[in-house]
């Protein structure tokens, strides 16, 4: 079983806590959760932490560390009208199915690109290379600052394809069942898709997406 001390998620975050300024005087776990190879995946901590300014830190993160999130954009060869590949499964938020963009965690020593791309293979069965992926943001953006370490890099890719190779990624069943993954893909329009998705990096993705390939009439349809 992997130590929180020596989980890298738990390395970075209290690296760069300490990098700006802040004084930990003890973490307390309440709670781990560990992947099936015994790494650290989430933990619910509790901190005392003092800041440069004299003040305490509020005392609860929720470790979660970095993810990937990549855009699928599969083009019609023939039409050029453009498809969103979406990954359908339960969630905790509100017990619900969500609809959302492939995603996966990123570990502080992992190449971000590389784990897009094999997330990209295990949700909906995309095979790509690191390199042909496209970064959206510049650095980490962090989608609660108040509660958790969690930072978001967003990716897109595009792809043409026959009509019929895009909508083979239509209704498959995927998933990883020792992570307690039950996933069927969906693809969709953009704006179909922005009516789906109800996570904010989700939606947050398609404005990048749009902003950078200049697809402005679109965006107006969102």
Known sequence: MEKLEDAPKFRFWKGQLESNGLKINGVKDHFIRRRHN????????????????????????????????????????????????????????????????????????????????????????????ADELTKLNPRLWFPSTGTSDEAMHFFFIERELPREEIMAFHHKDMGNQSEFERITTAVTTLPEAHKLVNNVNGLLIHFLYLKHVGDYETMKLL
Not at 44 to 68: N, R, S
Not at 99 to 120: N, S, T
């Open 38 to 129: 015994g790494e650290v995946l989430f933990a619910m901590l509790e901190v005392d932490a003092d800041t440069p300014e004299g003040d305490k830190i509020p005392p609860v993160c929720f470790l979660k560390g970095h993810a990937a999130s990549i855009l699928v954009s599969l083009i019609d060869k023939e039409t050029k009208e453009k498809f969103v590949v979406l990954v359908r499964q339960r969630r905790i938020s509100d017990g619900s199915h969500t609809y959302e963009h492939p995603a996966g965690m990123v570990d502080a020593d992992d190449a971000p690109d590389e784990v897009a791309a094999r997330e990209l293979g295990e949700e909906i069965g995309l095979e790509v290379r």
